[in-house]
């Protein structure tokens, strides 16, 4: 079974430019989340997807910060325009939640954002 | 500052060594994952702990949660340098448990193991 895939691995642009990145989840799993993972730090979560709804966007900076998952499968972030310390591993996680709650996150690999 | 402080945050071991990794909290935790990352990947799932008092093993690695709830530690016997990597503990802090994946990480523990 695939796991949840993320690209691009690495990004290398200079401030103000935009920027985009793409995951694809887990098949069957309805949650999706995005968060961001700071040299030498964990992962600090920006944004919440249940199927296409984002259920919890209460960190994500939203004046340069966007995301949407539509049809709630992959989903795509974007930041217009970068800064540098939007320098971070921008991980992708999903997980089925049912009923019994959410079950394991599942990780992708990361995508590597270096803005200079 | 760290709603979940590890400890320590780097570790350097001889391979066979046991080790402890600890992830403390000040509030209660309702849900605490352990995870390894090596270095430009993602994160892979350990175990998951709940119940306090719960402890649970894979391979040479087990987790406890103490009593309280607001302590888990991660011990692995005889390491091997496949072992290394980075350490995170996640944890679902909202009371009742209903954070469904909003996980607090704690800042990791690095451990590099030497053949």
């Known amino acids: 079974e695939a796991g949840v895939v993320q690209s691009p691995r690495y990004k290398i642009i200079e401030k103000k430019q935009p920027v985009a990145f793409w995951c694809n989840p887990i098949s069957g799993h309805n949650t999706l989340y995005w968060y961001r993972q700071n040299l030498g730090q964990g992962p600090e979560l920006l944004i919440r997807y249940e199927n296409e709804e984002a259920v919890d966007d209460s960190q994500l900076p939203k004046d340069r910060f966007s995301a949407e998952r539509l049809k709630g499968v992959d989903s795509t972030l974007k930041i217009q325009p970068a800064e540098l310390g939007d320098s971070a591993v921008y991980l992708c996680a999903s997980s089925f939640e049912g009923l019994a709650g959410a079950g394991e996150l599942f990780f992708g690999e990361g995508s590597r954002l270096t803005v200079l | 500052s760290q709603e979940l402080e590890q400890s320590p945050q780097s570790l350097i071991v001889q391979e066979g060594k046991n080790l402890t990794i600890n992830c403390t909290s000040s509030?209660?935790?309702?849900?605490l994952y352990w995870y390894k990352q090596k270095y430009g990947e993602g994160l892979i799932f350990l175990m998951m702990?709940?119940?306090?008092?719960e402890e649970k093993s894979h391979e040479k690695i087990t987790a406890k949660l103490d009593e309280k709830k607001q302590q888990s530690s991660l011990h692995i016997t005889a390491s091997q340098p496949s072992h290394a990597g980075i350490y995170l503990c996640?944890?679902?802090?909202?009371?009742?448990?209903?954070?469904?994946?909003?996980?607090?990480f704690g800042q990791g523990t690095i451990l590099t193991v030497h053949p």
């Open positions: 996640g944890a679902d802090m909202d009371a009742g448990g209903t954070s469904y994946g909003k996980l607090t």
């Open positions: 509030k209660t935790l309702y849900g």
């Open positions: 702990l709940q119940k306090g008092g």
